[in-house]
C-alpha cells in the first residue's frame, strides 16, 4: 500500500469540489470497493479500497492536499505572509535564550528512542526479503573516488538533515548526521558537491508538491566535507521556499556562478495533518537563480509575477509552482537548461540573460491514433494537466560535440478516467530525446508508448499494449511525476541512463503474506529502470537476482541517484524507503517471467525487461535515523512498549529497544493506540479512514480491518482516533461526526475470519473475493443526522438546519481526547476551531450522546465565544482532576484572526451553564511562543507543567513560574518539527514524535509525593 501524503490530493478534492468551503474538506465518502491492485504496495483490499478516486482526472492535482493543508492553516484568511513566519522561528530562537530553568523543577536532556534498525519483516515486504528502513531521501552527492576502502555519500534527508558516510561500500556505513548544529532547519532538498573547489552545498526545504514537504531556510556551504557550515550571503531570497537543485557553473574558475532552482514548501505538521502552509504572499520569488558572487546576492530569471490560490509572488517563466532542475551545458559556455513546472524545459544561450521555451509541456497531444471502441479520446487542451507538470532532465555530449537531452516529463496521469475515457491532456509520464539542445529549435522524439492502446474491458478501461516498444518509460511515475521523478546519467557515459519514478504495482510481484501474493507481471514495478544504448530500450532494476522468493528490492517512491565515478553501473538510489546501493553486476532474471501466468507480447517485455537486473541490492539504512513519526503511543502496561505511525513506511513497534523497531505493518502509518485493560490488544491507522485492530500484541499477521463503516463521511488523511483510557474495547474516531465502537470494531472472531489483511473473505481485504462483509461496526455518536455532523455546513446543498449554528462550519473532525477521570467526559475539535464537550461519551445508546459547543454561545450559537480563535485545532489535553477544564493548541498565525489572537489557551468550562472561558496561555516577552502554529499541547499532571510542539521544537512553561511564560523544554532535541507529543505522566515520559529524526524522550522532573519505581516500571 503506497499510502503517501501527496495520495491524499484525490481524496481531499473529491471532498473540497462538493462544498463552498472547499479548503476545509478532507477526505471524500464513498461507498463502493475497489477490487484492483491499482498502483499501491500492500495488496491488501482493504488498504485498496479507494483506488478508483485515487485515478480519477477531476482531483486538482498533487497540490491540492498541501493547499488544502494551507488553507487549514491560514483559516479563516487564504494565506500567510513571510514576516509571521520569520516571527515564528524568531520566537523559538527567543524563547531558547530564556533558558530552561524556569519553576522549581526541571526536565532532563531528550534522549533518542530510534531506531537506528527499522526492519520490515519478510512477511510485510512485498520483496519477500527482509529490509532496514529509513525515511524518505531526497537528495544525494558522492565523492569522486568510491571504493571498498573509502567511499563519501552525502544523504539528504526530507525532515532529518544532512547524513554523511565516509564507507558508503562497506557494508557498514556508520552515518553521521553533520548538519546538526549548523541549519536552522532539518529539511534538506539539494546536495551539490563541487569536487574542483571542494565545496558542498545543501539546499533546505524539499520541493516535491507534497503535503509534508517542508519550506526551508536557504542553502549552506561546506569547504571540509560537511564537517562545518556556514550559509549563503543571498539566502533571504529562499526563506520559507524549498531548494530543489544547485549548479556550480564549470566554465567559472572561480566557483562563484552558482545556479539554483526552488519552489514551494509548506510550514506546519500536525499528528492528523490538521493544518499546513504552502502558499505565502510576499515571499521570494520561485524558479531560476543564479549568482555570480558565490552566493552573496541572487536575481531570478525572467521573473513574471503568478497569482495562486489568491495569493501573488513572482516565478521565472510564469510558472505556479517554481522549478525542479537547472544545469549548465557540460561543452557549451554559456548554455543553461531548466525544468520548470506547468511550462516545460527552457534554455538560455547568454548565460541567462535571455531565456526561450524548446519544450512545453503542452506539446504533442497524447492522442493515439488507433483506439478500440466503444472508448472515448479528448484531444489535448493545450495545458499542462493539473498545474504541476514536472519535467526533468539529464545532458551528455555526444561523440560529434552536440549535446543530447534526456527528459521526462508527466503530470497527474493516468492518462484515462474512471469511466476509461482518454484525456490527451493528462500529462502522464513520458520520456523524450533531443539531440543538438545546445541551440537552434531542437527536435524531442517521443520514446514511450504511443498508438498501440487498446480497449481492453467491459469498464471501458484502457490498456497499452506491452508489445509497444516504448513500453518500459509508459506511466512511470503512476500518475505523480510531481512527486517522484528522476533522470540520471553517468558522466562520460553518454549512452547509459537511468529513468526512475514510482512503483507499478500491478506489474511487480507481491512476494509477501498477503492474501494478493503474487508472482508478478510484466515487470518487477519499473521503479528504477537503465539504458545502455541510448535510451532505445530499459531493464528493470527493481529486484535483484539473489533469490526467486525472496529477493532484494527498492521501496517504492524515489527521489535521487547517483553512480559510482569508477562503475556507472553502480548506483546509490533514495527513496521513500532510504537508501540501497547495487553491487554494480547485472543478471539475466528473465526465467522469473515463465511463472508469471502471462503469454504473447507481455511474456516478451517481461523477459526483456528482466535481461539485466542487479546482482546484488543492499540497504544502507542501518544508522540513519531519519523516520517522519506521524504520532507516538505508549502502552498503559508496559511504558518501554511504543508504537508510531511513519510516512509510506508503516506503523512501527519497540519493546523497549532504542535501536531495533520492528515494522508491524506496511504502507503508511498514521496514529496508534493501545487498549485500556487488555495489552494485547492495539490499533493502527494508515491513511484517510483506514485502520486496523490487533488482538495479538500487534503480530504483523494478526490486523484486522475494522473502520469500513466511516468511509460514509469525509475525514483528514490521518483521522483522529482514540481508545477509550478505562472502558475495555471502546474507541472513538472522528470524520465529520464522532463515531464509537465498543467492541473493538466487532467479534474478534467475526474480523479475524472476514476482515484479517492477510486471510480474511470479505472483499474489502481481498481484492479476490465476490463476497462482502462489512469489517467494523463503528456507529455515530450524537444526532446522526447530516445536521448533527460537528462540522455542519449550511452551505450543504439540501441542508437546512445545523444543530451546532452556522459560524466556523465545515471541515473536519480534527481531534478527540477522553478523559479517565470521570469515564464519561470527551472533548472533540474542528479544523475550523469549533469545540466541544460531551459528558456522556458512553452512553448505551450512541445517538444520545451529546454535544456542547464550546467557541460559541448556546442555545443557536450565533454569538462567538470572546477570545476562541476561528482556526484549526490541533490538539487537546483534558485536566486530569476536573473533566471540564482543558489545554487547547491552535494551528495557523494571529493576524489570520486579529480580533482572537492566541495558540495555547486554558479552557474551562461551567457544569451548569456551559459556558466556556479561554484564558490565553502565550506568553508575553521573551516567554512569548511567539505567532507561530502550535502541533500540540500536553500537560504534566504530576507539576502542571505544560508542553507544546512546533515546527522549531518542544517547549515548556512551568506551572509554578508562568508568568515567566516559554522556554525550550530542554536540551538534546536536534532541529526538526514535532508532530505529535504524548504525554506518560506516571512513568515521566514525554514523547516527541519527529517529523524526519525518529523517536525522542524526555525524562520529565520527578514530584516530592511520587513513590513509583521508575526503573521497575519504565523509562528508557
Excluded at 227 to 254: C, E, K, S, Y
Excluded at 391 to 414: I, K
Aim: net charge negative; glycine share 12%.
Amino acid at each position: 500500500m503506497s499510502t503517501r501524503l501527496r495520495a491524499a490530493v484525490a481524496i481531499a478534492l473529491l471532498a473540497i469540489a462538493a462544498s463552498a468551503l472547499s479548503l476545509l474538506s478532507g477526505s471524500a465518502s464513498t461507498s463502493s470497493v475497489a477490487r484492483d491492485r491499482g498502483e499501491f504496495q500492500g495488496g491488501s483490499g482493504a488498504v485498496l479500497r479507494h483506488n478508483e478516486t485515487f485515478s480519477s482526472p477531476a482531483r486538482e492535482g498533487p497540490a491540492s492536499y498541501a493547499d488544502q493543508l494551507a488553507a487549514l492553516d491560514a483559516f479563516p484568511q487564504a494565506t500567510i505572509s513571510p514576516s509571521e513566519i520569520a516571527d515564528a522561528r524568531d520566537a523559538h530562537k527567543r524563547n531558547e535564550e530564556h533558558g530552561q530553568g524556569h519553576g522549581k523543577r526541571k526536565a532532563g536532556e531528550w534522549v533518542s528512542l530510534g531506531p537506528t534498525r527499522s526492519v520490515y519483516p519478510p512477511s510485510l515486504n512485498r520483496h519477500g526479503s527482509e529490509y532496514v528502513t529509513s525515511g524518505r531521501i531526497t537528495a544525494l552527492a558522492i565523492s569522486p573516488s568510491c571504493d571498498r576502502r573509502r567511499c563519501t555519500i552525502w544523504v539528504g534527508a526530507a525532515g532529518g538533515g544532512v547524513w554523511r558516510t565516509d564507507k558508503g561500500l562497506s557494508g557498514d556505513p556508520d552515518w553521521k548526521n553533520v548538519s546538526d548544529g549548523f541549519f536552522t532547519s532539518g529539511a534538506v532538498g539539494a546536495l551539490t558537491y563541487d569536487a574542483v573547489h571542494d565545496t558542498l552545498y545543501a539546499g533546505t526545504g524539499e520541493d516535491a508538491a507534497a503535503g509534508d514537504a517542508e519550506a526551508g531556510v536557504g542553502v549552506y556551504k561546506s569547504t571540509n566535507g560537511g564537517d562545518t557550515w556556514t550559509p549563503l550571503g543571498g539566502n533571504a531570497n529562499f526563506v520559507n521556499r524549498a531548494v530543489r537543485n544547485i549548479t556550480v557553473d564549470q566554465f567559472d574558475p572561480t566557483g562563484n556562478t552558482i545556479w539554483i532552482a526552488d519552489g514551494r514548501g509548506v510550514h506546519g505538521i500536525s499528528s492528523t495533518t490538521a493544518g499546513a502552509v504552502s502558499a505565502i504572499p510576499n515571499s521570494p520569488g520561485v524558479g531560476i537563480w543564479k549568482s555570480t558572487d558565490g552566493g552573496a546576492s541572487f536575481t531570478l530569471a525572467q521573473p513574471t509575477v503568478v497569482t495562486v490560490g489568491g495569493t501573488t509572488f513572482p516565478s521565472s517563466f510564469g510558472s505556479s509552482r517554481g522549478a525542479t532542475v537547472v544545469a549548465v551545458d557540460p561543452t557549451h559556455a554559456g548554455v543553461v537548461y531548466a525544468g520548470v513546472y506547468n511550462v516545460g524545459v527552457w534554455r538560455s544561450t547568454d548565460n541567462g540573460a535571455t531565456w526561450a521555451n524548446i519544450h512545453p509541456c503542452s506539446v504533442d497531444p497524447i492522442v493515439p491514433p488507433t483506439i478500440q471502441p466503444p472508448a472515448t479520446v479528448l484531444p489535448d487542451t493545450g495545458t499542462c494537466g493539473a498545474a504541476a507538470d514536472r519535467s526533468e532532465f539529464a545532458l551528455v555530449t555526444l561523440p560529434n560535440g552536440d549535446t543530447r537531452m534526456y527528459q521526462t516529463e508527466g503530470d497527474s496521469g493516468p492518462p484515462t478516467d474512471a469511466n476509461g475515457i482518454f484525456h490527451g491532456d493528462l500529462r502522464y509520464s513520458r520520456f523524450f530525446i533531443a539531440n543538438g539542445v545546445q541551440a537552434g529549435a531542437p527536435t524531442f522524439t517521443d520514446k514511450t508508448s504511443q498508438g498501440l492502446i487498446t480497449h481492453t474491458d467491459a469498464d471501458g478501461n484502457v490498456t497499452v499494449d506491452p508489445g509497444s516498444p516504448g513500453y518500459a518509460t509508459y506511466d512511470f511515475c503512476t500518475g505523480q511525476c510531481w512527486y517522484d521523478q528522476g533522470v540520471y546519467s553517468p558522466p562520460g557515459q553518454p549512452n547509459t541512463l537511468y529513468v526512475f519514478g514510482s512503483f507499478v504495482y500491478p506489474e511487480a510481484p507481491d512476494l509477501s503474506d498477503f492474501s494478493s501474493h503474487t508472482e508478478g507481471n510484466v515487470s518487477n514495478a519499473r521503479a528504477v529502470l537503465l539504458s545502455r544504448d541510448g535510451g532505445e530500450t530499459f531493464t528493470d532494476l527493481t529486484e535483484d537476482a539473489t533469490s526467486t522468493k525472496a529477493p532484494n528490492g527498492i521501496h517504492p517512491d524515489q527521489h535521487a541517484l547517483v553512480t559510482n565515478p569508477s562503475n556507472p553501473l553502480q548506483f546509490f538510489e533514495g527513496s521513500d524507503g532510504g537508501l540501497v546501493v547495487s553491487d554494480g553486476t547485472l543478471t539475466d532474471i528473465s526465467a522469473r517471467c515463465d511463472v508469471r501466468n502471462i503469454t504473447g507480447t507481455a511474456l516478451a517485455r517481461c523477459k526483456q525487461l528482466l535481461s539485466a537486473a542487479p546482482g546484488r541490492l543492499t540497504s544502507l539504512n542501518r544508522g540513519l535515523q531519519t523516520l517522519q513519526f506521524q504520532s507516538l503511543s505508549v502502552s498503559p502496561f508496559d511504558s518501554h512498549d511504543i508504537q508510531g505511525g511513519t510516512q509510506d513506511n508503516g506503523t512501527f513497534e519497540t519493546r523497549g529497544s532504542d535501536q531495533t523497531w520492528p515494522q508491524t505493518a506496511g504502507g503508511d502509518g498514521g496514529l496508534s493506540g493501545f487498549d485500556a485493560t487488555d495489552r494485547h490488544f492495539r490499533f493502527h491507522t494508515y491513511f484517510s479512514q483506514q485502520g486496523d485492530v490487533s488482538f495479538r500484541d500487534g503480530d504483523p499477521a494478526s490486523w484486522d480491518f475494522f473502520t469500513e463503516p466511516i468511509f460514509a463521511e469525509a475525514a483528514l488523511f490521518y483521522f483522529p482516533i482514540v481508545t477509550d483510557p478505562v472502558v475495555h474495547a471502546t474507541i472513538f474516531a472522528g470524520a465529520t461526526h464522532v463515531w464509537r465502537t465498543t467492541d473493538s470494531g466487532g467479534p474478534q472472531a467475526y474480523l479475524d475470519e472476514h476482515c484479517n489483511e492477510f486471510t480474511g473473505d470479505s472483499n474489502t481485504v481481498n481484492p479476490f473475493s465476490t463476497v462482502h462483509f462489512t469489517c467494523g461496526d463503528f456507529v455515530r455518536v450524537g444526532d446522526p443526522t447530516a445536521s448533527g455532523r460537528l462540522t455542519c455546513s449550511p452551505l450543504v446543498a439540501g441542508q437546512t438546519n445545523c444543530t451546532y449554528g452556522a459560524s466556523r462550519s465545515g471541515g473536519n473532525v480534527g481531534w478527540i481526547t477522553r478523559t479517565a477521570a470521570d469515564g464519561q467526559t470527551m472533548w472533540a475539535s474542528t479544523t475550523t476551531g469549533r469545540l466541544f464537550i460531551s459528558r456522556n461519551a458512553n452512553a448505551g445508546d450512541p445517538a444520545t450522546v451529546a454535544f456542547t459547543r464550546l467557541d460559541a454561545v448556546a442555545p443557536t450559537y450565533a454569538a462567538l465565544v470572546p477570545n476562541a480563535p476561528g482556526r484549526a485545532i490541533s490538539n487537546i489535553a483534558i485536566d486530569p482532576a476536573n473533566p471540564n477544564h482543558a489545554w487547547i493548541s491552535y494551528l495557523g498565525y494571529n493576524s489570520s484572526t486579529p480580533a482572537t489572537p492566541g495558540h495555547v489557551f486554558s479552557v474551562t468550562v461551567d457544569p451548569v451553564t456551559n459556558a466556556a472561558t479561554f484564558t490565553l496561555l502565550d506568553g508575553t516577552g521573551a516567554g512569548f511562543i511567539g505567532d507561530q502554529p502550535v502541533n500540540a499541547v500536553v500537560a504534566d499532571p504530576k507539576t502542571g507543567d505544560l508542553y507544546t510542539s512546533t515546527d522549531f521544537g518542544v517547549m515548556r512553561m512551568a506551572a509554578d513560574d508562568a508568568a515567566s511564560g516559554w522556554v525550550v523544554a530542554a536540551p538534546g532535541l536536534p532541529v526538526v518539527t514535532v508532530a505529535g507529543l504524548t504525554m506518560n505522566a506516571d512513568e515521566r515520559q514525554l514523547l516527541a514524535a519527529t517529523h524526519g529524526r525518529g523517536a525522542y524522550q524526555l525524562t520529565l522532573p520527578r514530584v516530592d509525593n511520587d513513590k513509583k519505581d521508575k526503573d521497575k516500571h519504565g523509562g528508557h
